[in-house]
């Protein structure tokens, strides 16, 4: 292969100071016109194409992002991480991926993300402990943090999330406009200073009717599985005229399980014997299987403002973007 160009070939060919060639492969920098052309006309004579890390010494972002994850099971990642990647993409960022587990915490990961100098670190979903800002690791700074698709209770840290009260609120109205009156509620992971605030809002608009909230089923983590055996060992040990008459799954696939375990394992109808709903309007539960009720976030429109944020076009701050209930067979 034949020697890479440097930018000081480039600047000895056009007549200019490599800090000149830099300058012109910088979006916003300051540069006469025709110094520009004459660089880029040596630039292209020369095959030659600007090394992203030297130029991020001169400007001090290497427009790289990462991304934090630690619930590869959900299926709701994939279309986020999509979406997400292929924004970040267009404004010319590009992605680290990072999985959250118990060998990478997030004091580590943080760590690495740092040494990385990326611009921005986004936290999707992820369970996030106050005391890892306080971790004395991290006593130097990192980058802006953001969190997406949850709250963030960590002051300084915005979020961009589904708005959890508008989407709440209508799915109350709509199930208690149906006779609805033995309202249950099934949660996943429980996490710790990022939250959903789902099971929080169905229990405050369902109080507004004058009906509690008794039934709280735990799924532990988001899973087919998970939803399953949560909702069977519920019935298993509940008798029939004991049971709540609709669910609230905290997403689909929760959703989905305890579908397959009503109709399969113990032979109920849905929406008679019992109503089933999801959150997040996966591909899947548009299909006649499921044919599930459930609430779609507005997923390019978060996805669009967390990277605003990132890129300083939009105010750094926690927004909540309201999406859409959408009206199945199963409630």
Same mark, same amino acid.
């Given at each position: 292969m034949s020697k890479r160009a440097t930018a000081r070939e480039v600047a000895a060919a056009a007549g200019v100071s490599k800090w000149t060639v830099i300058r012109a492969f910088t979006p916003g920098a300051s540069i006469t016109e025709e110094s520009r052309r004459r660089v880029l006309a040596a630039a292209e004579a020369l095959n030659y194409t600007p090394n992203l890390l030297a130029r991020s010494l001169a400007t001090n972002f290497t427009h790289q992002v990462a991304v934090f994850v630690d619930d590869f099971a959900n299926p709701q990642k994939l279309p986020f991480l999509e979406a997400l990647t292929a924004r970040l993409q267009a404004e010319g960022r590009v992605v680290m991926l990072i999985n959250i587990n118990t060998q990478f915490d997030h004091v580590r990961a943080l760590l690495n993300a740092d040494q990385r100098q990326v611009d921005a670190v986004i936290l999707f979903g992820t369970a996030f402990r106050d005391e890892t800002l306080r971790d004395r690791k991290l006593s130097k @700074?990192? /980058? /802006?943090?953001? !969190?997406?698709?949850? &709250?963030?209770?960590?002051? @300084?840290? /915005?979020?961009?999330?589904? &708005?959890?009260? !508008?989407a709440l609120r209508d799915i109350v109205s709509h199930l208690a406009g149906k006779g609805y009156r033995r309202p249950g509620f099934m949660a996943g992971a429980q996490v710790l200073s990022t939250a959903l605030q789902r099971k929080h809002y169905f229990a405050h608009f369902w109080g507004r009717h004058g009906i509690s909230v008794n039934t709280e089923l735990s799924a532990h983590d988001y899973s087919w599985k998970a939803g399953a055996r949560a909702l069977h060992s519920y019935l298993a040990t509940t008798p029939p005229a004991e049971r709540i008459d609709v669910l609230m799954c905290e997403n689909d696939i929760l959703a989905m399980g305890a579908l397959d375990v009503l109709r399969s394992d113990f032979g109920l109808r849905v929406p008679e014997d019992m109503a089933v709903l999801g959150f997040d309007n996966l591909e899947l539960s548009a299909t006649p299987a499921y044919s599930l009720t459930t609430y779609e976030q507005p997923l390019h429109s978060m996805v669009d403002a967390v990277v605003a944020m990132v890129t300083g076009e939009l105010e750094a701050k926690t927004v909540a973007i309201a999406g859409q209930l959408i009206l199945r067979a199963t409630a």
């Open positions: @700074g990192m /980058p /802006p943090l953001f !969190v997406l698709a949850r &709250d963030s209770q960590i002051e @300084g840290i /915005p979020a961009v999330v589904c &708005d959890a009260e !508008v």
